[in-house]
């Protein structure tokens, strides 16, 4: 089966912490990006990759990083930087860049809490 | 920064009614998508319009877009229980590759 997947579904990270969100690919994509979600609101771009050892920082980057080593895989990292990390994050893939006019493939999202 | 900007925040509607929702953006745009989000889980990809296209269809969907408005709406007919969901316009631009989001509507669809 083709998709995307993210792990952990669910992730408690201690103050002062750095933790690594997983995604993983097997769509062929060049394109894959990080969004985060609050409630009530919408989705914001923290990194996107359109091709194997690039990244761009999104709307939101500030006290994340990220790295793009292989085609499948894109892993977040939230640093301590990140100063109010609690959210739903979500990675999303595409075969081409989203002017070209192609849909995105999500995967099922990562809830991250700090305790 | 949020490209779109839904319209309305929240509604409930009864079972076999029509479920309309507006996505308002500000600037241009190469494409428009729609994209449905069940309770914390993905967002699963609906329906695309193009920016030279008014009107598209997709099974219960219709979605119209206005470019002279940067408006777009999503009309879901005969809605069904399982149509429950956030609903989310997103729009990309041709100088980005970036796909931008609105904050949603959620949709209630009561049996």
């Known amino acids: 089966d083709g998709g995307i997947t993210q792990s952990p579904k669910y992730l408690f990270r201690k103050e002062g912490q750095n933790v690594t969100l997983s995604c993983e690919q097997n769509l062929n994509h060049d394109a894959m990006y990080w969004y985060r979600q609050d409630p009530g609101q919408g989705l914001r771009l923290i990194y996107y990759s359109q091709i194997v050892n690039d990244f761009q920082k999104g709307d939101i980057a500030e006290g994340y990083s990220v790295s793009r080593e292989k085609k499948e895989s894109f892993p977040l990292t939230v640093t301590s930087a990140q100063k109010n990390p609690t959210a739903f994050y979500l990675c999303?893939?595409?075969?081409?860049?989203?002017?070209?006019?192609?849909?995105?493939?999500f995967g099922q999202g990562t809830r991250l809490t700090v305790v | 920064s949020q490209q779109g900007e839904e319209d309305p925040q929240a509604l409930s509607i009864q079972e076999g009614e029509n479920a309309t929702m507006n996505c308002s953006y500000k600037?241009?745009?190469?494409?428009l998508q729609w994209y449905r989000q069940n309770s914390g889980r993905g967002l699963v990809h609906l329906i695309l319009?193009?920016?030279?296209?008014r009107e598209k269809h997709s099974g219960r969907l219709r979605v119209t877009l206005d470019t002279s408005k940067k408006s777009s709406s999503l009309l879901i007919t005969a809605s069904r229980a399982a149509d429950t969901a956030s609903y989310f316009c997103?729009?990309?631009?041709?100088?980005?590759?970036?796909?931008?989001f609105g904050a949603g509507t959620t949709v209630t669809v009561r049996a």
């Open positions: 997103a729009t990309d631009s041709r100088h980005d590759y970036k796909l931008s």
């Open positions: 999303a893939s595409s075969s081409l860049g989203f002017s070209s006019g192609t849909e995105a493939f």
């Open positions: 600037t241009s745009i190469n494409n």
């Open positions: 319009i193009r920016s030279n296209e």
